[in-house]
């Protein structure tokens, strides 16, 4: 029988429970039916979210049987890294290996003052923009609160051995967020919660694409930063580039942010990537103007970072100034954001797409082609 899509694989997924995806009041309860005293768990808390330590082995302050009972009852298994590359301006880029043998992209970000992990909600994406290498990847399945969690335990272990911590956490890798809301807002809960690892929720930012119906959902939920890939000010243009537009255009987007907005207190970024010739001229920096008017809004400049056999192209400095100064001028400063770790793989998504991509080629690789199949 022909597999046509991940559902149909034998499953695999671990019968016990990830240790990652575990809140204090979960750990709490378990260890309690253990009848372990409460000392224990501030003592497992403080390992797991306080140091970000994951390895139970070196837990020293643990006693034996606590180990034992905590090894049997939960899954410790950590991502590890299929590949790294690091970039001339402090990006790394890595390739974890995720559950079923597919791979995720994150990306470390390192800036003076602060260590940035960008994260990746699923692997693949269905949502197609076209200026995207993840879109054209299709979409392959969801990722698990505990293999969101796992890219930034990780990433700290990578950036502890540096003396620093990873301080910020933007979902802009591979994948639509708030089309894993199931997964995304455990995940996101875990990074913001006091008692868990405790990130402002200013230093944590979900980017969707625009998914309307999901915002306030999350907004309920959680308290995080809200970032929106808009790339264009119009209905025509934004569904040609943008497909998810034609499902929630963007008279109910801005209807949302205003909701949302309204609800948090929280300015909102805009996020617009520049492609020559297509969205940055004068007209439609005035329409963006238009589209802005009521919304506190942040806006980032992102000029497209082209890459081989990209349809898409990055405007000249003229242009990209020209655009920025037509929106400075109406009051909403837009710094120019040029992306990280150019020189290793372009954009987020750029580096597992390519994996990817390659590892279809590869009859070996069952599990890949399977997925693709699925497409
Ligand atoms: S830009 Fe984001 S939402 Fe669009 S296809 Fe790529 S990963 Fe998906």
């Known amino acids: 029988m022909r597999i046509t899509s991940m559902n149909e694989l034998p499953a695999t997924e671990p019968l016990k429970p990830s240790i990652l995806r575990q809140s204090p009041e979960a750990l709490r309860a378990q260890c309690g039916l253990w009848g372990e005293k409460s000392f224990r768990v501030t003592q497992l808390c403080q390992w797991l979210f ?4 994951y390895h139970l082995e070196t837990m020293s302050n643990l006693p034996a049987s606590f180990k034992t009972k905590l090894r049997e009852h939960f899954d410790w298994q950590l991502p590890s890294i299929a590949s790294r590359l690091d970039s001339a301006d402090g990006a790394s880029k890595i390739l974890v290996h995720g559950k079923k043998n597919q791979f995720i992209e994150l990306v470390i970000l390192r800036y003076a003052e602060r260590v940035s992990l ?9 949502l197609a923009c076209t200026f995207c290498q993840t879109g054209k990847l ?4 969801n990722l698990l609160a505990e293999e969101i969690v796992g890219q930034f335990i ?15 956490i933007v979902f802009m890798g591979m994948g639509e967020p708030l089309d894993n809301v199931h997964e995304v807002i455990p995940a996101l809960k875990l990074f913001t919660a006091p008692d868990c690892f405790g990130l402002s929720h200013r230093r944590v930012t979900l980017s969707t694409s625009g998914i309307v119906d999901k915002i306030m959902p999350l907004a309920q939920e959680v308290r995080v930063a809200l970032a929106v890939s808009l ?4 209905d025509e243009l934004r569904s040609s580039l943008m497909p998810i537009n034609r499902r929630f255009p963007l008279a109910d987007l801005k209807r949302e942010l205003l909701l949302f907005q309204k609800h948090s207190g929280d300015l909102v ?10 969205n940055c001229s004068e007209r439609q920096a005035k329409e963006l103007v238009h589209f802005l008017h009521g919304l506190r809004a942040k806006i980032n400049l992102i000029p497209f970072n082209a890459h081989p056999g990209s349809e898409f192209q990055r405007p000249d400095e003229d242009e990209i100034r020209s655009f920025q100064s037509y929106l400075a001028k109406r009051g909403y400063p837009a710094p120019v954001r040029y992306s990280k770790g150019a020189d290793v793989s372009g954009a987020c998504g750029q580096l597992a797409a390519k994996q990817q ?14 997925g693709s199949q699925a497409q």
Do not use: W
């Not at 990578?158 to 911590?165: F, K, P, Q």
């Open 50 to 53: 306080e140091r970000r330590h």
């Open 231 to 234: 790339h264009a000010p119009n």
């Open 138 to 141: 299709g979409f392959f399945r």
């Open 357 to 370: 991509a390659m590892l279809q080629d590869l009859p070996q690789r069952k599990n890949i082609i399977r």
């Open 118 to 126: 960008c994260v990746s909600s699923q692997v693949g994406c269905k």
């Open 269 to 278: 970024t805009i996020e617009y990537i520049l492609l020559k010739g297509i």
């Open 154 to 168: 990780l990433a700290n272990d990578v950036v502890a051995s540096e003396g620093r911590a990873i301080s910020h």
